[in-house]
Nanobody, 124 residues
Framework: QVQLVESGGGLAQAGGSLRLSCGAS????????MGWHRQAPGKQRELVAA???????NYTPSVKGRFTISRDNAKKTVYLQMNSLKPEDTAVYYC??????????????????WGKGTLVTVSS
């Protein structure tokens, strides 16, 4: 079993900053990618940012230049630094990881896991 636990959500004013963290634990063999999705009320879940095992990153256009994703491989933790927040950034932010999971002598590749989500509210 693998668990992802997020922290760092909350309330911020427009123009402010928040930092999200997500730690992975459990029967992890390796982690390919970690990232963040978000879902605003009445909207579909969208990818916000992702970071891959080689360090490459990708962002949805609306957050480029404002959000920065990083990871600490030793701690199996991914971070999302969110600056210049806008009211339209208000959403539940979900951490995800694509990883290889150990199951006794077997390793399962391409396993996707999600956190429970953390609410980010940006007031105008």
């Amino acid at each position: 079993q693998v668990q992802l636990v997020e922290s760092g959500g909350g309330l911020a004013q427009a123009g402010g900053s928040l930092r999200l963290s997500c730690g992975a634990s459990g029967s992890i063999f390796s982690i390919n990618a970690m990232g963040w999705h978000r879902q605003a009320p009445g909207k579909q879940r969208e990818l916000v940012a992702a970071i891959h095992s080689n360090g490459s990153t990708n962002y949805t256009p609306s957050v480029k230049g404002r959000f920065t994703i990083s990871r600490d491989n030793a701690k199996k933790t991914v971070y999302l630094q969110m600056n210049s927040l806008k009211p339209e950034d208000t959403a539940v932010y979900y951490c995800y990881a694509r990883l290889a999971e150990k199951d006794g002598e077997v390793v399962w590749y391409g396993m996707d896991y999600w956190g429970k989500g953390t609410l980010v509210t940006v007031s105008s």
